[in-house]
């Protein structure tokens, strides 16, 4: 049994993350989750956002779900997502995308994977006053280039991918952006098998809604990465379909990209796609490819049936109804 800790989160956390329960029940996965609070009732109830237990399961289990929290507002307190990236150094946002059959969405074969650093860049929060306004700082270190760029070659050469595209803006920010592109020029050599190429961001952007199709793996700094990742998801269906990952050298936290969305919370009406997602990616992370697999596949016929789809994919089945049809087809 692998135990891997899980956070089931607020809002729609709860119920998104019992289903997942039982697609794991159903799918026979020799995993054991260690469930715990972090977010807004971890706050209630013990008076923090990330209680001690909670970061030592991670810990110990190296690998962790995460359905989504609410970070309470206006009261100082720093997102409860930074901290975890913060904690265990989690270095690597992984957000594959890809288009699913019945999904509503612009083009027929988006297949994107991008790497984006987790660690530096504007998401430093380093912004000081000046006699008329404010400057915010923004970090590039060679040690953080190197780690996500050699992380996305990896994949790639690991996954059969055949190109991989360094994001950036070397031709204005050629200090910052120019050691990305830099360190990134240096490294691909190693990999003979993957075409290296990059795009300045603001081509990347536009290349992304006319043509994504010749789009593979993608590597860019934080922030780069925080916008062009939700560009794609809009391209594949929205954030309800979209999956990540934050891996760093030992542990691995697997969630939705979505919120907790207080809005439609005990409904019952939540999508849960993009956690059983999510939870596909985990799987395959600890070794249960086929698992993993099967989830996938079984998600897709659903989606291309089209007969049991969430509200917000246009059709009228509740979180259970849905889960039950992905489990019947597992
Ligand atoms: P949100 O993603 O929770 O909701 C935006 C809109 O999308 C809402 O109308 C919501 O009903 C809908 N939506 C989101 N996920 C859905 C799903 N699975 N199925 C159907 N509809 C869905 O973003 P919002 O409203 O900005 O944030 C709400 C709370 O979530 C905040 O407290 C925020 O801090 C937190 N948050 C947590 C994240 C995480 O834990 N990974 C990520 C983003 C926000």
Redesign the pocket.
């Given at each position: 049994m692998t135990h891997i800790t899980l956070f089931p989160?607020d809002?729609?956390g709860p119920e998104?993350s019992a289903e997942f329960k039982r697609i794991i029940s159903a799918l026979a996965a020799p995993i054991t989750f260690d469930e715990y609070l972090i977010g807004e009732r971890a706050f209630e109830k013990y008076g923090v956002l990330i209680p001690e237990e909670a970061i030592n399961s991670v810990k110990q289990n190296k690998t962790a779900l995460k359905a989504?929290?609410?970070?309470p507002v206006g009261k100082g307190f720093k997102s409860?997502?930074v901290q975890l990236r913060t904690i265990f150094d989690l270095y690597i946002n992984l957000r594959p995308a890809k288009t699913l059959p019945g999904v509503p969405g612009r083009y027929a074969d988006v297949d994107i994977v991008t790497f984006r650093e987790n660690t530096e860049d504007l998401y430093i929060g380093d912004e000081y006053e000046i006699e008329d306004g404010f400057i915010a700082r923004k970090k590039i270190t060679k040690t953080a280039s190197e780690r996500i760029i050699r992380a996305a070659f990896e994949y790639a050469k690991a996954h059969n991918r055949h190109t991989l595209t360094c994001v950036h803006k070397a031709n204005i920010l050629k200090k910052t952006d120019g050691l990305f592109l830099e360190t990134f020029n240096r490294i691909a050599p190693e990999y003979p098998e993957i075409e290296a190429n990059n795009r300045i961001i603001d081509n990347m952007c536009m290349q992304l809604v006319t043509c994504p199709s010749l789009y593979d793996v993608l590597v860019a700094p934080n922030l780069y990465g925080d916008i062009i990742t939700d560009l794609i998801a809009g391209l594949v269906g929205g954030?309800?379909m979209a999956p990540a990952a934050n891996i760093g050298h030992d542990i691995a936290i697997f969630?939705?990209v979505?919120?907790?969305?207080?809005?439609?919370a005990g409904l019952g009406i939540?999508?849960?796609t993009?956690f059983f997602l999510s939870g596909a990616l985990m799987l395959e992370h600890i070794g249960l490819e086929k698992e993993a697999e099967k989830l996938r596949s079984a998600i897709e016929e659903v989606l291309k049936e089209g007969k049991t789809l969430?509200k917000?994919l246009g059709g009228n089945a509740g979180t259970k109804e849905y889960t039950d049809a992905v489990i019947s087809r597992l």
């Open positions: 989160g809002g729609i998104i989504p929290v609410t970070t409860v997502n954030l309800g969630e939705a979505h919120g907790s969305a207080p809005d439609i939540a999508n849960p993009a969430p917000d």
